[in-house]
């Protein structure tokens, strides 16, 4: 069976027992990467405060910062791919599952979607339908992704080309000035370069598609879009989820039919879900989260405008 991975730095949240513990209710090792503030966090945990990783220095090197995002944010996800190498060799695995820690699992990620990729598969992602991607949006999320050493070498090999092969580099500025042109949020992060990686390499499997006619994996549960554009039923602001034995549903409007997710990506403020859909006897109301979170974002604002106003 291959490993789940995790990574998480500086901190230990508390939705990300959430997303520890339910792995590990399907799969037999599952692995927190992350360092010495959350070292006490997970039984299975590879702290690495003190391990040097070269090829990520010599990213770094290369790197050149086109993005809004928060710098507490950009550079765990940047990082990761180069620590995930490093410990996939360092363990000699070859292939394993990599999973956000705001993703929820409800799946033995080895007998249900290793059995289903190609034969000749290095790595699998998520990401929507190409007419999603225009506008520069160019983005595959590696919140559940597969990864073979082989491919996790490639990639981590392409960061680094793209900063100083003039080509590639061109590509990411013209994205990046379409963004400062039009007043728009985002750049180029690790999901940008996953896309373009990816996009024509036949050897990377997509898993937003529905997989066998009967399940999934979810892309963002905010969003009715998995791989199509508005493919799902919502609910409160989420995508409607019907459990049976304990196993979430949604329903596909294209197939008129509900579909199994292996797994529940809550990006973002549905966080607050996670939660409930931990707990069996939370899980019908899990929306609940969600309705918490955005009353205390408006009480925010309402008490924002009160204060701004006296």
């Known amino acids: 069976e291959h490993?789940?991975?995790?990574?998480?730095?500086?901190?230990?949240?508390?939705?990300?027992?959430?997303?520890?513990?339910?792995?590990?209710?399907?799969?037999?090792?599952?692995?927190?990467?992350?360092?010495?503030?959350?070292?006490?966090?997970?039984?299975?945990?590879?702290?690495?405060?003190?391990?040097?990783?070269?090829?990520?220095?010599?990213?770094?090197?290369?790197?050149?910062?086109?993005?809004?995002?928060?710098?507490?944010?950009?550079?765990?996800?940047?990082?990761?791919?180069?620590?995930?190498?490093?410990?996939?060799?360092?363990?000699?695995?070859?292939?394993?599952?990599?999973?956000?820690?705001?993703?929820?699992?409800?799946?033995?990620?080895?007998?249900?979607?290793?059995?289903?990729?190609?034969?000749?598969?290095?790595?699998?992602?998520?990401?929507?339908?190409?007419?999603?991607?225009?506008?520069?949006?160019?983005?595959?999320?590696?919140?559940?992704?597969?990864?073979?050493?082989?491919?996790?070498?490639?990639?981590?090999?392409?960061?680094?080309?793209?900063?100083?092969?003039k080509n590639i580099r061109d590509k990411l500025e013209a994205k990046w000035q379409w963004h400062i042109d039009n007043h728009k949020p985002g750049g180029i992060i690790d999901m940008t370069l996953l896309y373009l990686w990816s996009k024509d390499n036949p050897k990377v499997a997509n898993l937003t598609t529905v997989i066998n006619n009967n399940m999934t994996l979810d892309n963002n549960i905010n969003s009715s879009t998995n791989y199509l554009e508005d493919e799902y039923q919502m609910k409160f602001g989420l995508k409607k989820l019907i459990f049976k034995n304990g196993i979430p549903y949604g329903y596909n409007k294209n197939l008129n039919k509900e579909i199994k997710f292996l797994c529940i990506h809550c990006q973002g403020g549905a966080k607050s879900v996670m939660r409930f859909l931990y707990h069996k006897q939370l899980r019908d109301f899990y929306y609940i989260g969600n309705l918490v979170q955005a009353t205390k974002a408006k009480m925010k604002l309402l008490i924002k405008k009160i204060i701004s106003n006296k």
């Not at 928060?70 to 999973?99: A, T």
Request: hydrophobic share 35%; proline share 4%; net charge negative.
């Open 3 to 165: 490993p789940v991975i995790t990574t998480h730095f500086r901190g230990k949240p508390n939705y990300l027992k959430f997303a520890l513990k339910s792995a590990a209710n399907f799969n037999n090792t599952v692995v927190l990467i992350g360092d010495d503030t959350n070292k006490d966090f997970w039984q299975n945990h590879w702290d690495t405060t003190l391990v040097e990783f070269d090829k990520y220095e010599n990213f770094q090197k290369c790197y050149v910062e086109m993005s809004d995002y928060w710098k507490k944010y950009e550079i765990p996800v940047w990082k990761r791919m180069f620590v995930l190498g490093k410990w996939m060799k360092e363990n000699d695995h070859r292939r394993i599952f990599l999973v956000d820690s705001d993703a929820m699992t409800f799946a033995n990620y080895s007998e249900e979607v290793y059995p289903i990729l190609p034969n000749d598969c290095i790595a699998a992602l998520m990401t929507s339908t190409p007419k999603n991607q225009d506008n520069f949006r160019w983005a595959s999320s590696p919140h559940f992704s597969y990864w073979t050493l082989e491919a996790l070498e490639d990639f981590t090999d392409f960061c680094i080309e793209a900063y100083s092969n």
